[in-house]
Every structure is written in structure tokens, then in C-alpha cells.
């Protein structure tokens, strides 16, 4: 009688487990469409400002760089709006915004024709339109799964939604060359304004969850709180952003083959690190395992900083997206337990702007270092600045103790 008792509570744990896996999906799903739509132009709009439109590559690299400066602008708006009038309604307002954005992309194909000046200030504003749907499309995505799930399930819930992104990204790219080569510009503008348009309508047909009441505190007390955990996860991420924007120039540098493996390694070790190990967040907190996971990442990048092969850099590559799985999570919710419950959605816009600042930064940071010491010089950057974010963690760990 006992076992089958036992037999019996395990499987109704396994089933709510699956029901909830599901439910956070459902709202990570809204996070995956805003990323494709993200990853769809992202390797095609720099080859066709700069030969397409006859522009200089610095204006090419700007038509990408202006996304991110919208994304970080429009996060405490996206936090705000989550707070406020629910997570629901950022979602719709993000994914609007995107299918505009997708609209304009449309617009900017079918101007290619004329001056070059208006396709491409269509597409700035596109560029535009689109950072602002990312903040607030995944935050609220973000926080309408917390809400709807509990807050026991929160690191489940940010570690599925960077899986969403992530993946999002690693189809969107290939997809948008192949696109652009068949059908050109306004087939990617077309696929955007439909898959967010569709996903718009999902968004109106789900339950909102209800605001919760109370005194929210002034955004400054918000980001004062939540800033030293941004700046772990800011430097923490570092490793990722010269890896992603440095590797292939860097295997081309020294005549290696399967730059693209490079990444493939992190992306995969990436997931399955995330799958397998989200569970130790709510087991053993998120100070523990963010210092593992950065002492972990710091060995990958320093082992990608010493790599004397393709293979040596396939490896490092794969054991720095390990420990790079779980950065985010682990610091998040940590930095969403510093505010009140109704103070959570501006929390998480404040935290996460700290990835779109250190993405943005890294470029042309690693970029001057590497025009002046070549291009091993920027995972020596890129190791500096994990063992920093590891020293923040750190000294938060213990103040959290004490």
C-alpha cells in the first residue's frame, strides 16, 4: 500500500511537472516568435546596406546596433507596463511592435528601387520598432510565465525563455540567407509581419494574470537594487558577445576551418546545460550555481584564449556556453527577490538591459583592443571580465549570507 501510494504521488508529480513544462512554453513561445523575427534579418541587413545600398560598413554595422540601443531604452518602459496593467498587455505592445517592424522591412524591400537614403531610413525605423517589441514582448513573455506559474518556478521559467531565444536566433539567421537569396528583402519583411501578427492574436486569447496590488517603488530604488546583479550578468556575458561577434574573424586569422562549429558547440552545450541543470537554482540558490557556472565559463574562455587548434577552440567553445547556461537565471532570481512582488516586471527590464548594454559595448571595446594587439587580445577581454562578474557574484553571495 505504501509503495503504491508512493508510486501513485510520484506520477502526479511528474504529471503536474509536464503540465507546468508546458504552460511556461506556451508562454515562451511569444519570447521565440520575437526572436526569430530578431534572427531573420540579422545576417543579410549588413551585406545590404553596405552592397545592396552602396553605404559604408560602419552605417551597416549602425543598422544593427540601433536595435539594441531601442531594446535597452524601451526596458524599464516594458517593466513598467508589466507592473501596471499586467504582462499580457507588454506582450501584445512587443509583439505589435514587431509585426510593424516586420511592415517596414516590407516597405524598405519595395523602396530598394529608389533612392537609397529612404530605403534605408525605412529601415532604421524598422530597426527601431523592432528593439522596442523585443523589451517588451520577452519581458512580459518572461513575467506572464512567472506569474501564471508561481514563484517556484521562476528559474524554469527564465532558463525556457533563454532557450527560446537562443534557438530562436540559430534559426532565424540561416533562414533569413536563404530567404533573401530566393525571394529577397520583403519575403522576410512578409514572414515577420505575419508569424508576429499571428502571434498577436494568441497573445488576445490567453488569460491575463491579475496586477498585483501595491506600493511600487520609484524605478530608482529598483535599479539600485538590481544593478550590482546586472553587472555580473553584464560582464558574465562578455565571453558570449566576443565569441559570437570575433570567432569567425578569428579563425580566419589563422587559417582554420569550422568557425561555425565553434559556435554550433556553444549553442549545444548551451541547451543541454540549461535542460539538465535549471533544477539546481531552486536546489542549492542562484549565488551557488552562478559561481560555478562563471568559474566554469572563465575556464572556457581563458582554455579559448590559449587555443592552439580548431578542436581546442571547438572545446573551449563548448565548455564556455556550459558554463555560460545558467548565468542568466541564477543572477535573475536573485535580482528579482530584491523588490517587492509588484515590482518585479521593472526589475527584470532593469536586469536584463544589462545584456543589451554589454552586447552593445563589446563590439567596438574588443574591436580597438584587437586593432592594437591582435585578435587573441579580446578573449583575454573577454576572461578578464568573467573573473570580474565572478568577483561580483561573490561578494553578493556573502552579503546575502550575512
Known amino acids: 500500500m505504501e509503495n503504491s501510494a508512493t508510486e501513485t ?12 513544462t508546458w504552460l511556461i512554453l506556451s508562454f515562451t513561445s511569444f519570447t521565440f516568435i520575437c526572436y526569430l523575427s530578431i534572427g531573420l534579418p540579422l545576417a543579410i541587413l549588413p551585406p545590404y546596406v553596405h552592397l545592396g ?11 544593427i546596433s540601433v536595435q539594441y540601443i531601442a531594446t535597452f531604452i524601451s526596458r524599464p518602459l516594458a517593466g513598467r507596463i508589466s507592473d501596471h496593467h499586467g504582462a499580457k498587455v507588454s506582450v501584445l505592445w512587443g509583439m505589435g511592435a514587431c509585426s510593424v517592424s516586420g511592415v517596414m522591412l516590407l516597405v524598405a524591400g519595395i523602396a530598394h528601387s529608389g533612392p537609397a537614403w529612404l530605403s534605408l531610413a525605412i529601415l532604421l525605423l524598422s530597426r527601431l520598432a523592432l528593439g522596442t517589441g523585443e523589451s517588451l514582448g520577452s519581458t512580459g513573455a518572461t513575467l506572464w510565465g512567472i506569474t501564471a506559474t508561481g514563484q517556484e518556478h521562476m528559474a524554469k521559467v527564465i532558463s525556457y525563455n533563454g532557450i527560446s531565444t537562443y534557438g530562436a536566433l540559430a534559426l532565424g539567421a540561416p533562414l533569413g540567407v536563404v530567404l533573401m537569396q530566393w525571394w529577397g528583402l520583403n519575403s522576410i519583411g512578409l514572414l515577420t509581419m505575419v508569424i508576429c501578427g ?6 488576445s486569447a490567453k488569460a491575463p494574470v491579475p496586477v498585483v496590488p501595491g506600493k511600487h517603488l520609484p524605478f530608482r530604488d529598483v535599479a539600485l537594487r538590481v544593478t550590482p546583479h546586472g553587472m555580473g550578468l553584464a560582464l558574465g556575458g562578455v565571453g558570449y558577445s566576443v565569441l559570437a561577434t570575433f570567432v569567425t574573424l578569428f579563425y580566419a586569422h589563422r587559417n582554420w ?14 541547451i543541454l546545460a540549461r535542460l539538465a541543470f535549471i533544477q539546481t537554482i531552486n536546489r542549492f540558490g542562484g549565488f551557488p550555481v552562478g559561481i560555478t557556472c562563471l568559474a566554469i565559463e ?3 574562455v581563458m582554455l579559448m584564449w590559449q587555443a592552439w587548434s580548431p578542436w581546442a577552440a571547438f572545446a573551449a567553445a563548448g565548455i564556455t556556453g556550459f558554463g555560460f547556461a545558467l548565468v542568466f537565471p541564477a543572477l535573475g532570481v536573485e535580482a528579482v527577490k530584491r523588490v517587492p512582488e509588484f515590482n518585479r516586471g521593472t526589475a527584470l527590464g532593469v536586469y536584463t538591459g544589462f545584456s543589451d548594454v554589454s552586447f552593445f559595448l563589446v563590439g567596438p571595446t574588443a574591436g580597438t583592443l584587437i586593432g592594437l594587439y591582435g585578435y587573441r587580445s579580446a578573449f583575454f577581454f573577454a ?10 557574484v561573490l561578494v553578493l553571495s556573502r552579503l546575502d549570507r550575512k
Open 198 to 203: 499571428a502571434s498577436v492574436l494568441a497573445a
Open 383 to 392: 576572461w578578464m571580465c568573467v573573473l570580474a562578474s565572478l568577483g561580483i
Open 257 to 270: 576551418d569550422g568557425a561555425a562549429l565553434c559556435l554550433t558547440s556553444f549553442g549545444v552545450a548551451f
Open 9 to 20: 504521488s510520484s506520477a502526479a508529480a511528474q504529471d503536474a511537472s509536464s503540465g507546468n
Open 53 to 63: 545600398l552602396g553605404y559604408s560598413a560602419a552605417l551597416a554595422g549602425l543598422v
Open 298 to 300: 572563465s575556464l572556457g
